[in-house]
């Protein structure tokens, strides 16, 4: 079984091929582009993974893609909600993108990559669980993910057992270690969702 | 000629961002104002900030569905 994994439309896309649950290939968008941090679809890392798993589309399973995008709306428009009228700018700039492309996922990729099978949705922390515990040497691990936030899962805990991984609690948006580090980041004039490594660099 | 065209696509461009900003801006004030408004009235809490786990934690049980595949077919 071959299975395409694709994040795109944040930051950073990226792909990855699977093969009977091993990794072949996996890659950076902003490898191919030049262009930092690039958020939009991965053709070029699909086509390298694909090029080297020798396969191609028609190939492939099935497209798994990172997070669930109806749930992250709700959250986003609640949130919209919530904040009036201080979210008019956010409001402005990120709903366009949400109804050209975030809610469209399965046609975007239908469309751009000619794929025509089903499109799995993991949810955002599940996908982070898995990067991290799926390709580590234990058969058995607790999981921990601290994230900015996904959906509506700011951080997790988890159980990893096998190719099983357990959700068991989660700090929920707006309570965000990964944003509070962001606000941080910002604060002293660096980029958002950039340069929190920088950040990290700088701590004694 | 190509030059021309060129730059009617860029005034277009301008024009057209223009135009979304306030259609959206229109939208903003007119749908999400009023139910914003609404919701405080009712004391609705959407970002659930009233409810933490326990004292002084906000962890929570996950509200999750195990990774199954009929799980992860659905885009919600």
Redesign the interface.
Known sequence: MNILGISCFYHDSAAAVLRDGELVAAAHEERFTRKRHDPDLPRNAVAYCLREAGIGIGDVDYV??YD????KFERIL?????T??R??PS??KA??VWLKEKLW??SVIARELGYEG?I????H??SHA?AAFLPSPYEEAAILTVDGVGE??TA???IGRGNQ???????????SLGLLYSAFTYYLGFKVNSAEYTVMGAAP | MSGLREGWLQIVACFAEVQTLALLGLIYLLVIGPASLVSRAVRADFLSKRELGGPGSAWREADTRPPRLENVKQPF
């Open positions: 798994a893609f669930k995008p109806f749930i609640l949130t919209y909600l919530a009036f009228p979210s008019l409001f402005t709903i366009p996922i399965p089903e799995l949705f993991a949810e922390h599940q898995a509506w899962a997790t805990e988890a991984i357990e959700m068991v609690r989660e700090i929920r948006f707006p309570h």
